[in-house]
């Protein structure tokens, strides 16, 4: 017998039985083998290779208190997780302290007080907002990983940029975040790093290498800062360098090499950018991952010997 087509919107991620009842889905359609059940009343299109929010949409569609949070949320908002939470594939869903425990199949379930504010609707999904998701996560990470993530929800970068960004809170949003909830579990290391949360760092090694030099006793280097210079086409000065870290007092750009600087295109674009740099007058610094090695991170005798080499002097 041909199966009945599905309505399209629930083809192209996950959906829950109540969702394909309100559909007028029969239940006999949604048993069909060309279905998989991932969780109780939770199918998924066989070969399906949907991910993020429509992944994950059925979940929050299971009944009207479910929220996705913790690792599952920060994944939404593009946070940097280390790596043995990036391990981690199961889902952490919540409700309202007060609400039944979610329990099942591949779920974490938690109970959370959560104010109205602090549950967002994106992309089809409930979820805690970017600064409630920054706090939850306080108990699991450590200060330094927890201040990564902080850069990763307030980053954003103007128009002047050649990708410019939004935000997806501010440091206010944040520090009154960790204000209203003073008895919430890891709240003393959210205090210890909302102070350290700062706006323009792209990347969690980004991040690290300032925290880094900040604790070696260094200038904390500038973020967003644009370099200007004569405009390629004419027409008087423009946005020409966008470092990832700058001390423009010394002239000193810091770059932090990823690994897609390994590519070739990215290389042959890296080489005009520090052509340009040296003709403006400016040092190009760049770092890679081992540079931020360890207890004693190779960054700060690089950085400390760059500017030096540029007139500045610790005091």
């Given at each position: 017998?041909?199966?009945?087509?599905?309505?399209?919107?629930?083809?192209?991620?996950?959906?829950?039985?109540?969702?394909?009842?309100?559909?007028?889905?029969?239940?006999?359609?949604?048993a069909a083998r060309d279905l998989v059940t991932v969780s109780r009343g939770i199918r998924v299109p066989v070969g399906s290779a949907a991910t993020g929010a429509a992944a994950l949409r059925a979940y929050t569609d299971l009944d009207d208190q479910s929220i996705l949070s913790l690792g599952s949320a920060a994944r939404l908002w593009n946070a940097p997780l280390p790596g043995r939470h990036e391990?981690?594939?199961?889902?952490?869903?919540?409700?309202?302290?007060?609400?039944?425990?979610?329990?099942?199949?591949?779920?974490?379930?938690?109970?959370?007080?959560?104010?109205?504010d602090e549950v967002v609707e994106f992309d089809g999904v409930r979820l805690?907002?970017?600064?409630?998701?920054?706090?939850?996560?306080?108990?699991?990470?450590?200060?330094?990983?927890?201040?990564?993530?902080?850069?990763?929800?307030?980053?954003?970068?103007?128009?002047?940029?050649?990708?410019?960004?939004?935000?997806?809170?501010?440091?206010?949003?944040?520090?009154q975040m960790v204000a209203r909830h003073p008895g919430v579990r890891g709240v003393r290391k959210a205090r210890a790093a909302v102070g350290l949360i700062r706006v323009g760092a792209d990347s969690a090694p980004e991040t690290q290498m300032r925290l880094a030099l900040v604790r070696a006793g260094l200038p904390e280097p500038v973020l967003n800062h644009i370099v200007w210079?004569?405009?390629?086409?004419?027409?008087?000065?423009?946005?020409?360098?966008?470092?990832?870290?700058?001390y423009p007092q010394w002239r000193l750009a810091l770059q932090y090499e990823g690994a897609h600087h390994n590519g070739e295109e990215q290389y042959l674009r890296d080489i005009p950018r520090a052509d340009t740099t040296a003709t403006l007058g400016w040092s190009e610094l760049r770092v890679s991952r081992i540079d931020l090695a360890g207890d004693r991170p190779g960054v700060v005798l690089k950085v400390r010997a760059?500017?030096?080499?540029?007139?500045?002097?610790?005091k």
């Open positions: 017998m041909r199966r009945a087509p599905l309505p399209l919107h629930l083809t192209t991620g996950s959906f829950s039985l109540r969702a394909s009842d309100k559909a007028g889905v029969t239940r006999t359609r949604t391990a981690d594939w199961r889902i952490h869903l919540a409700r309202r302290r007060g609400s039944s425990m979610p329990r099942r199949a591949n779920v974490v379930g938690h109970l959370l007080t959560l104010l109205p805690t907002s970017p600064a409630r998701t920054w706090l939850d996560l306080a108990p699991l990470l450590s200060v330094d990983e927890l201040v990564a993530v902080g850069d990763s929800l307030v980053c954003s970068h103007g128009a002047e940029h050649p990708y410019p960004r939004r935000a997806l809170c501010g440091i206010t949003d944040v520090e210079g004569e405009a390629l086409w004419g027409g008087g000065a423009a946005p020409v360098l966008w470092p990832d870290a700058a760059a500017l030096e080499s540029r007139g500045w002097r610790a």
